[in-house]
């Protein structure tokens, strides 16, 4: 399996392209990165160095990989944070591309643009871009619950208004959602949970809440989530093993008081998941 994946990228510590390639190399996928910036690190450390590439650059790598007569052989393209549109529009341009060459691909958008305490983090137009463009381009999206609400103006507060505010986002073109770090009515305190859903139906995951807030965790969960959709063909399939994964990374980095994702320490999790976690139903 081939997968293109056009993402920011760190030098140290584990963002974008820095979480979703290896995880996805380690369970067996050749991946294609594109990155759309090089920094030292993540921003979260309020200082960082490097630079922000254009749609250009995206666009060259795109002809050269194109050149080299393998686009019909790539299954997916993944996408994550968006500096800017015009960035956004080349990674549009590139899957494009890509389902020319071969239209059995998948594109999978993780509509990166806030989250519940920090609000949008994005910059202006991004959420415009993604809801008006990205998203309805897009086969699965994979978004919080922030992103969810911002991209449906759907508040969510009750696994009703969860399964409203997906059929609503599906109706605007993907075919598979898979939300995280859902928290409704129905979820205990000690708690959370992920949703997915698809024209087979929806299903929750619900795992033990981990007090830790790292950056990077959702570009894994959507690397995950895509590649084990791309090989099971089934939504609630993908959910479980790409939770199970994630909460096993997540409670190993925890645990050793990590501020960086364990990605290279804790990467067993990736193939054999400590935890397991069956879907319900919803």
């Not at 080299?68 to 015009?86: E, H, Q």
């Amino acid at each position: 399996m081939n997968i293109l994946s056009i993402q920011s990228h760190v030098a140290y510590g584990h963002v974008g392209n820095a979480s979703a390639v290896f995880p996805m190399q380690r369970l067996g996928v050749e991946v294609w990165p594109i990155h759309t910036v090089q920094f030292s690190n993540h921003t979260g450390y309020g200082a960082w160095k490097g630079r922000v590439f254009d749609g250009g650059m995206i666009d060259e790598v795109m002809e050269g990989i194109a050149e080299r007569g393998v686009l019909p052989s790539c299954d997916g393209v993944l996408s994550g944070y968006m500096g800017s549109a015009d960035v956004g529009h080349a990674i549009l341009s590139a899957v494009e591309r890509v389902r020319a060459a071969n239209p059995k691909a998948l594109y999978c958008c993780d509509p990166v643009s806030g989250d519940v305490g920090r609000g949008i983090f994005v910059r202006p137009g991004i959420p415009e871009f993604m809801r008006e463009q990205a998203v309805p381009a897009a086969d699965i999206v994979t978004p919080n619950q922030f992103e969810l609400e911002l991209l449906t103006d759907i508040e969510v507060k009750t696994i009703a208004d969860a399964h409203r505010a997906i059929e609503a986002l599906r109706d605007t073109g993907p075919k598979v959602v898979m939300v995280t770090s859902l928290s409704t009515n129905e979820t205990p305190d000690d708690a959370i949970d992920m949703m997915a859903s698809d024209a087979k139906g929806a299903w929750r995951v619900r795992t033990p809440k981990l007090d830790v807030s790292l950056n990077g965790a959702g570009d894994a969960i959507a690397a995950l989530f895509f590649t084990h959709y791309l090989r099971e063909g089934s939504a609630a399939a993908a959910l479980a093993k790409a939770s199970a994964s994630v909460y096993g990374l997540l409670k190993r980095t925890k645990e050793a008081g990590s501020r960086e994702i364990l990605m290279v320490a804790a990467q067993d999790e990736f193939v054999t998941p400590s935890h397991q976690f069956v879907p319900e139903a919803i």
